[in-house]
């Protein structure tokens, strides 16, 4: 059972909204990212954060903003949603397992739908 | 930059078949780590597998088993003994240990299991 938890679910808002999709976790991991998924179903990282008050841009440009006040919340947030924002929003996070294993672990996704 | 190619956008086979999956993938890197997701269409990400760069030993999980080729930069993932539970989009995916450890992913390979 996952640790890491999204809201919403899912989301239908119209052109112009303010949002923000929530994301905790409760392992206490320093590295956080948002990943979004477009209906193609690939993944692209577009943000993600080392640790409290670290917030770095991924590899897909995105409009979107995120903080990071506290190590277990990490918000996303459109300032204004437009359709082409429409997507599945992942977050995850991850530790170094005693293994040797970096583990990372996915909450359930928001599926936001922007019309 | 680091980059993972699935050329199967969607395979099928009959149930209790075996499949392989490919994967290829670019880095720069000596030690990385490999992966293989599994999201039903429930959307939640599950790890199936993964395999850590420096090991030359392939991993296995029960019916799954990774064919890792270091030079070629390929790691592709065999199901054995196929089952209906295992329809879903498989993922391959790299992470580097250097830097915010990201995660990059593959384009995805959709996988039905049919009766």
């Known amino acids: 059972e996952a640790d890491i938890y999204q809201t919403p679910r899912y989301l239908v808002i119209g052109t112009g909204k303010k949002i923000t999709l929530e994301c905790s976790q409760t392992m206490g991991h320093d590295k956080m990212y948002w990943y979004q998924q477009d209906p193609g179903m690939e993944l692209h990282l577009i943000h993600y954060s080392y640790g409290v008050n670290s917030t770095e841009k991924g590899d897909l440009s995105s409009e979107s903003t995120v903080s990071r006040i506290r190590t277990e919340h990490f918000p996303l947030t459109l300032e204004s949603a437009r359709p082409s924002h429409t997507s599945q929003y992942l977050c995850a996070s991850s530790e170094l397992l005693s293994s040797g294993f970096y583990g990372y672990t996915f909450g359930s996704g928001t599926r936001l739908t922007v019309v | 930059a680091q980059t993972v190619t699935q050329s199967q956008p969607e395979m099928s086979v009959q149930e209790a078949e075996t499949v392989t999956l490919s994967c290829t993938y670019d880095t720069s890197e000596n030690n990385y780590y490999l992966f293989w997701y599994k999201q039903p269409p429930s959307r939640q990400m599950i790890l199936v597998i993964r395999q850590e760069a420096y090991k030359q030993q392939n991993a296995t999980e029960n019916r799954f088993s990774v064919n890792f080729q270091k030079a070629a930069k390929s790691f592709s993932l065999k199901i054995s003994d196929s089952q209906l539970g295992d329809t879903a989009m498989y993922f391959c995916?790299?992470?580097?240990?250097?830097?915010?450890?990201?995660?990059?992913f593959g384009q995805g390979t959709r996988l039905t299991i049919n009766p």
């Open positions: 995916a790299l992470l580097s240990i250097q830097g915010a450890q990201k995660l990059v």
